[in-house]
């Protein structure tokens, strides 16, 4: 299974929870808060937590679209926290 590190990537609103570069890891099924990065907004959790389990999957189809999925947006319209998401080397 591969280790995510899932930052935000940019804020496009206004957001008073995040700031670009704050992180969270998911390796297996724990998710870590490294740092200052003490918490993760529920609203952005919702969008991220269907896609999470199905990135660390390895995917072999050629025409699968999920391993073209790097960037997740969070739902609030008003804080538009844009979220990457990349493997661990």
């Known amino acids: 299974m591969k280790t995510l590190i899932v930052k935000v990537k940019a804020i496009e609103g206004h957001c008073d ?3 670009v570069g704050d992180c969270f890891r998911l390796e297996g099924g724990k998710l870590s808060l490294p740092g200052e990065s003490k918490h993760v907004c529920i609203y952005a959790l919702s969008s991220l937590l269907p896609l999470l389990p199905a ?3 390895n995917i072999d189809e050629l025409d699968d679209w999920l391993p073209k999925v790097f960037e997740v947006a969070c739902p609030d319209p008003k804080g538009r926290v844009i979220w990457e998401i990349t493997y661990e080397e």
């Open 17 to 19: 929870t995040h700031k």
């Open 55 to 57: 990135k660390q999957r």
